[in-house]
Structure formats: C-alpha cells, structure tokens
C-alpha cells in the first residue's frame, strides 16, 4: 500500500488542536509568592490572560435556589460550561465559591454532577449516586447563603476531547474493551463509550502537555483560575470571601487553586490527601495523572503543599477505608499539617469509603460558611459528627 492510499492518521488532540500555539504563546501564571511562583512553574501553569466574558444562557429559579447558566471562551480548545447557582431572592454581595468537580472515571460530564439540572445527562445522576451520596453539591453549598460557581474543566464535560475518532493507540484499547463488553452482553452507553476512550487518551494528554511544558493538573489550573476570576468578577459576589471545594480530584484541585491564588481565604479537600510515599508502590495506579505531575515531589510532599498557600484555614476530611488511600499515609499526613497550620487546618476522619457522604457535605458546608461569614437562607445542613 502506498502512502497516499493509507488512511488518514487522527488527530490525538481532536478539539484542541489549537492547544499547542496557546501553550507556546503564554507567559506562566504569575502568583503572588515565590513558594507559589514555584508551584506554577512545577505544574506548567500557562497565564490565563484577562477574564473571558461570561455569557448567560438561561436562568431558573427552583426549590430555594437560582441556577444559571454561564459559558465562556477561554484562548483554546471548546467553550466551556459552568453553572452559577444562589439562593433564591438574594442578591448579595455573598461569598463565593467555586465547587470543583472530581474526576470520577467520568469525563463525558464535568460540574454538571455538582448541580440540579431539569434536564441532566443520566450521567451526572450516575456521578452523584456513585461519589456524592445521590445529593447535588454545588447546589447544596448555595442553600447555605454562597454564590457558587460550578464549571466544567480542561478534558471534562463541554471541555472534553472529541474522541468520535480516537487516535490510534486509543482505538486500540478501545477495541479491547468493546470486545469485553460484547463477550458480557454489555451495550454501553455513549458516556460509558467516551469515558472508557478517555481513559486510555488520558496517558495521550499527559504526554502532549509534558511536550509543551506543562501538565495535566497545571491545564487544569490554569481553567479553575480562569473560573475563579470570573467569579470574582460577578456582581452578587463578595471578592474578598472566596472559598473553593472539591472531593477526590477536585479536592486536590483546590489544594492547587488555594496555593496559586490569594483570592481563596478558605477551602476544603475531602479524600485527596496522604503522603507521596505511601503511594508506592502499590497505591500509585489508582490514581490520574491530577496528582502525580513528574517532578511535583521536589517541591515537598503532597500535604507540605498547603504550606504553598495564603489561605487564612482550610479542612481537609479523610474517609478511614477509602480504596485509593492507605490509612497510614492519611494519618502521616494529618500530622505534618497540624505542625505545619497550628492554627489554620481542621482534620475529620469518618467512615466508609472513597464518597462524599451527606455528612462529609454537612461538616463541609458549615466549615466554609462559618469562615467566609455566609447566612443561611433555606439551609438544609443537619449536624453530624465524625468518627475519628
């Protein structure tokens, strides 16, 4: 076969084919500290420029609360998607915060599973029931007096890969799992479909951004800033009480976004911390590439990060059986953060597995809104104590 009569080699970065000359064209994101100058550099952060414009595409009010839709064009890739939700008949300014999404196996959807949506994708249904005990997070957090920002990130949701084509290496192991499915009477669903591709396009990812001198975490820094600004910027918000929160990735998403930026004065982590060391070696193959960005362990360990931050306090909550955490490593790293924040961290451990639970939720939101001074409109939280 000739070259000419060979088929057409696909794009490994369908959608974002433009990513690279972006990437090229920008500074690193400037932070406010040399320790985070050097988080920025680590990661590959690339400047996120002015904040996009933000478009409404609709607005509805429902069972206490105002959801509306936002949508934005940052320098590359696909729109992006995001969802601001406020207590109903409240105007503020109210704290802020911005809710981050995991990552959950589940790219095909992004923040839409953080939000109650008349017509949400039976994904997002799926994510909630899985990870965050059936309940919509970002909704929740609005009931008790914050505007929050919900978006969908660098490879999730209206952000993801177009992989109708997948790259060769891809398609390959797709193939594989397809055959699984046939030989087990399986037909899966579009989302099951994406994000069984994504998975194995995720290594692709990682390879073009290490390429390009940065990463996947520092990609997907660079659209939580982005998101975080306009936040900021929106007028029912008060600028000088951010916050930020995030299960699983996401909470490592808000460790990251609450080094970088000085604008968040309170966040939490819910099971995404331990120590580097007791991931090897037999925990490290659990995890995406969002915590294991090559060189990051120069910089400290994982819980020395926080030290990185401006922020006044943050709680980070631990589940005593979570699959993807070994419960020394938790323990190590519970205690390097008490000598290293004696004031500002909180530290709960509560039973059960790698969920969100309901009173993970609970102690979360009460967390936050005593610390970023949010009233209670409609609130929803009940009082529930951790076993330690």
Sequence with gaps: MSTADQPARPSAIAGYEDWPRYVQGQQRYVSATAAAQELSEALGVPAAGPPPDATIDWTETHDGVTTSQLSWQLGFGPRTTGWLVRPA??????????ALHCHGGNKFGGADRLVELREAH???AEARAGHYDGRALATEVARAGFAVLAHDTFAWGSRRFDL???????????EARKSQWREDGVVPTDAELYNAAAG???????????LLGTSLAGMVAHDDLAALEILASLPEVDAARLGCLGFSGGGGRALTLAALSPRIRNYVVTCMMTTFDSLLPAYLDAHSWLLQTPGLWKLGDWPELTARSGADG???????????????GMRDAHRTLEAL???GYMGSFWPGGHVFT?????????????NLGAGSPGARIQSTVPTA
């Design 200 to 210: 194995f396009h995720e290594d692709t990812v990682a390879k073009t951004a290490g």
């Design 89 to 98: 008949g409240v105007y503020g300014p109210l704290p802020g915060l911005l």
């Design 164 to 174: 109708s084509q997948p790259p060769w290496r891809t398609a390959s192991a797709l």
């Design 122 to 124: 039976p994904s997002a």
């Design 341 to 343: 924040h004696p004031d």
């Design 314 to 328: 943050f709680l980070v909550q631990y589940a005593l059986a979570d699959q993807l955490f070994p419960e020394a």
């Design 358 to 370: 309901a009173g993970m939720q609970n102690e979360a939101i009460t967390y936050l809104a005593a």
